[in-house]
């Protein structure tokens, strides 16, 4: 029992340490595009993660220049290792996003309400379209994956069926010699008592003749 709490212990370090390394954060100042493999030749299956959002690290590339992520939305692709950290950076030097939002709103406001209402108006569809597109393009690369799947359980259901058609083949030669088997005993059997039933037919004929015969005894004598 003196051993159980030490071991727990480095169980739960371990545990951490391992959880931890499996999470990292987008840098960067602006959206990364989430990629349907590894590489920049695979289609967009998301159009942007946020710098600074967390994602959970599933693997990495052979080369180690793309990990397969997944976001807190449970949104799935692939993205330079470049772009991740092992923590999230925050700056404090330069205004954030939001607020450089809310000055420009606030200007734009100043000078033309209509013009205002209208960016806000197209900004919206902006991004209800980039909602749209990313659902879309995650369906299809969850359909892809799946696809995928089908194709290999379609090959190896080919395969099994070739291997059954190759063993009812191997079956159906085995019966057939067996048969063959089955026919040249049959003909050997019937041989034997053929020549069996010929030889008691011989004997029959033969063992009399090799029996002498006796001698009548004369009356005269």
Do not use: C
Not at 55 to 69: C, E, K, P
Not at 193 to 215: F, H, Q
């Amino acid at each position: 029992m003196r051993f159980s709490v030490p071991l727990l212990m480095l169980f739960l370090l371990f545990s951490n340490t391992t959880l931890a390394q499996d999470i990292r954060y987008v840098s960067g100042d602006q959206k990364v595009a989430l990629r349907g493999g590894a590489g920049d030749d695979y289609q967009i299956v998301h159009r942007g993660v946020s710098p600074g959002v967390s994602v959970i690290v599933s693997r990495t590339s052979d080369d180690g220049l793309w990990a397969d992520i997944t976001t807190e939305a449970g949104d799935t692709g692939w993205i330079p290792t470049e772009k991740l950290l092992l923590e999230p950076v925050v700056s404090t030097d330069t205004p954030t996003a939001a607020t450089a939002g809310e000055s420009s709103d606030a200007e734009l406001a100043e000078i033309d309400p209509t013009v205002t209402s209208a960016e806000i108006e197209l900004a919206d569809q902006i991004r209800i379209r980039d909602e749209q597109f990313n659902a879309i393009a995650q369906e299809l690369y969850r359909l892809k994956r799946i696809s995928g799947q089908a194709e290999q359980l379609d090959i190896d259901n080919r395969r099994l069926v070739e291997n059954t058609e190759n063993l009812r083949s191997e079956v159906e030669m085995l019966q057939a010699e067996n048969l063959r088997l089955h026919d040249k005993v049959e003909s050997e059997d019937f041989m034997n008592g053929a020549l069996a039933v010929l030889l008691g037919v011989v004997i029959a004929l033969v063992a009399p003749r090799l029996v002498p015969k006796r001698r009548k005894s004369s009356s005269w004598a």
